[in-house]
Nanobody, 127 residues
Framework: QVQLVESGGGLARTGDSLRLSCLPS????????MGWFRQAPGKAREFVTA???????FYADSVKGRFTISRNNAENSVALQMNSLKPEDTAVYYC?????????????????????WGQGAQVTVSA
């Protein structure tokens, strides 16, 4: 059974930093690209960032320069370091795993490319 377990969400103020972690199990981690999406109340789920199997990364413009995705293939983990947080970053953040291996940003930014999803971690940023 595949599980993706997120942790590290919480409350922050504008300008603060938070770090999210995702621990996948039940899948061959090295064979998957990993992504982070977020969903704010009343809004559609949106792409945040993704990392290919060997570390190439993709970022949404809204987080570029503030957020950093990383993965540790030896420990089967992926992390999202979020700096300079803004109130508009408030959302539930989801970790996801995709079997695709491509240079196409549009592939990784599409939720349909992801096979497995975590349960989500709430991030709330106050002004």
């Amino acid at each position: 059974q595949v599980q993706l377990v997120e942790s590290g969400g919480g409350l922050a103020r504008t300008g603060d930093s938070l770090r999210l972690s995702c621990l996948p199990s039940g899948l061959s981690f090295k064979s998957y690209a990993m992504g982070w999406f977020r969903q704010a109340p009343g809004k559609a789920r949106e792409f945040v960032t993704a990392i290919r199997r060997l570390g190439d990364t993709f970022y949404a413009d809204s987080v570029k320069g503030r957020f950093t995705i990383s993965r540790n293939n030896a420990e089967n983990s992926v992390a999202l370091q979020m700096n300079s947080l803004k109130p508009e970053d408030t959302a539930v953040y989801y970790c996801a795993a995709s079997p695709r291996d491509t240079w196409d940003y549009n592939a990784y930014s599409n939720p349909a490319s992801y096979t497995y999803w975590g349960q989500g971690a709430q991030v709330t940023v106050s002004a």
